[in-house]
Structures are given as C-alpha cells and as structure tokens.
C-alpha cells in the first residue's frame, strides 16, 4: 500500500471508529430520523461548494444516476438508520464490533458479484472465526429482546459490505465529490418529513448538538471523501479492512466516555472477529504463472516469426 493509502486508511480507522459514541448519545434525546437527516444535510452542505466548483454535477448525475441511486441506498439510506435505530437497545461497543464484520461479508458479497478468487483454507477459516465471533457476541442479546436491534445490525453490516462494490464497479470514473454531494442529499430528503415529524421540542443539550456536528462534518463530509479515495486507491475488498480499526476505536471510547464494560465476551469475540476478518481477506492463492508465461512467449515469437516470413527482407 501507498503512503497515501496508508493515511488514508489510518484516517478511516478513527473517524469511522467515533461514529458508534456519537450516535448512541445523539439517540438519548433524538429519534433515529433526526439524527440521520442532521447527518446528511450536513455533510451535503459542506461538500456542496467545492462539487459545484468542479463543474458538471447535474451532468454526472443524469450519467450516472442508476449506481448513484443504488449506492446511496445501499451504503448510506438503509444502513444509517438501521444502525441509529439499533443503538437505541445496543451498547455502542456492541454495534462496532458486530461492523467489524463487514469484511467477511465483503468477501461473500464480491463472489456474489462474480469475483472468481479461490477462497483456500486460511480464508474459509476466517470466515468461520469471524462467524463464531458474531455468534459469541449475539446470543446473549437473543434472549434479551433485542433481536430486532441485532437484524439491523446485521442489515447495516450487509449494506457496507456490498456498497464498496458498486462504488469501485460502476462509479470509478466519477469524482469523489459529485457522488457524494447528490447521495447524501437525496438521504437528507428522505429522512426530511420523518425528521420533522419526530423533531424534539426543545433544544437538545450542548453534547448532544456537538455530537451531531461530528457526524455530520467528520464522520459524514470527511470521512466520506477519504473512504472513496481509499477504494479508488487499493480496491473496494481491501478498503473494508478499516474495519479492523474501527471496533478497537468504538470500544475504547464506549468504555472511557460511556462507562461502557469491557467483558470477558466482548474481548472473546473482538479477537474471533478481528483474527477471522483478516484471514478471511488476505490475499488468495497465487497462480502459478510461469507456465502461461512460457506459452505466451511462445506465441508471441511464433506470430513475430510468421509475419516476417509474411512481409519478407522488403518489409523491415
């Protein structure tokens, strides 16, 4: 990886990481539609300027408006909400470590799509750990009643997994910030009505106003900006990886700012999660090319040969 995609990656990991403690204190006061709606309109006004001063956004949008609308669906219309609604019942701790699972979904999602990689025994073991870590970390809360926060969990872990797909297949070509603005516009739109509907009130407190400032600038306008360079830099399977970062960040700051506890569960399953998530993404097995080498050479000094005896001493 690159110096540049190193720090990017690095940005990742901890602004991605953050998002889990801002919401759950956000959902304290705010209904999930509040939340999310401020998130996006945010973000789309911040961004808005500079994707104007490019040039060409309503011609980037009717180009590409099919994967735009997909994307936006996928990564941020569904997911965010399910992941806001889920916090309400779920621990912030919890929430990260259950996205660390996004890489092992990833991999799924990218043979889905016709990734024709050999998975091998080192990756099928991944994807079994990374399982058993979810398995260690949810069965406690099924008996709980909190089945449905976990369903929305595991529906937020799917869209993050697949968006990166359609972002790397079919919106490479667009700048960074002429998908952003318009997806996270439309969000804002659609969560508007639900968002007005269910708007507290009062003025919520100080922390609460400042923890929608965060995900709004940081976690939403920068953040967003450096995860689609991350995939334009090393690939929209590699790119999840942030993943390994991000429930480290989450469950440090659950347990310093929220008193969140660290239990023997929750340590078992972040080291099945994060050792199956890295197994299950490494590189698969190399071919042996040095074969196809050899018949390519071949026929590359075969076809050389033919056409001189084609062309003839005239011809050089």
């Known amino acids: 990886m690159t110096a540049r995609g190193w720090f990017l990656f690095s940005l990742m990991g901890v602004v991605w990481g953050i998002p ?3 919401i759950k204190v956000a959902v304290e006061d705010l209904s999930p539609s509040v939340v999310v709606f401020t998130r996006c309109a945010l973000g789309a006004l911040l961004l808005l300027p500079f994707a104007l001063r490019q040039g060409g956004l309503l011609r980037t949008v009717r180009a590409h408006w099919a994967p735009m609308l997909a994307f936006a669906c996928i990564e941020i219309i569904g997911p965010w909400f399910t992941l806001t ?16 699972g996004v890489p092992i979904v990833g991999v799924l999602a990218a043979r889905l799509f016709g990734d024709a990689e050999v998975l091998g025994v080192r990756r099928i073991t991944g994807l079994a750990l990374g399982l058993a870590g979810v398995g260690v970390l949810t069965l406690p809360h099924l008996t709980g009643g909190d ?3 976990l369903a929305e969990v595991f529906l937020t872990v799917v869209g993050y997994a697949t968006a990166p ?3 790397a297949r079919r919106l490479k070509d667009v700048p960074t910030l ?4 318009p997806c996270l516009t439309l969000s804002a739109l659609v969560y508007a009505p639900a968002a007005a509907a269910s ?7 100080a922390t609460v106003l400042a923890c929608l400032a965060a995900l709004g600038v940081v ?15 090393v690939g929209p399977t590699r ?13 440090a700051a659950g347990a310093v700012f929220l008193d969140e506890s660290l239990t023997a569960t929750i340590l078992a399953a972040f080291a099945l999660i994060l050792t199956g998530s890295v197994l299950a993404t490494a590189a698969g097995p190399k071919r042996d090319a040095t074969g196809l080498e050899r018949v390519a050479e071949a026929a590359e000094t075969e076809a050389v040969g033919s056409k001189r005896d084609a062309v003839g001493p005239e011809g050089r």
Do not use: M, W
């Open 20 to 22: 889990y403690l801002l």
């Open 85 to 100: 609604d889920a916090e309400r019942h779920l621990s912030s701790s919890t929430a990260g470590l259950l996205i660390a």
């Open 147 to 149: 089945a449905r926060s």
């Open 165 to 167: 797909l359609i972002a």
């Open 178 to 181: 002429q998908l952003i603005v």
């Open 199 to 205: 708007r507290p009130a009062s003025l919520p407190s």
């Open 219 to 233: 976690c939403t306008a920068v953040a967003f900006v450096a995860f689609l360079e991350l995939i334009k830099e």
């Open 239 to 251: 790119s999840t990886v942030i993943t390994y970062v991000n429930p480290a960040i989450a469950v």
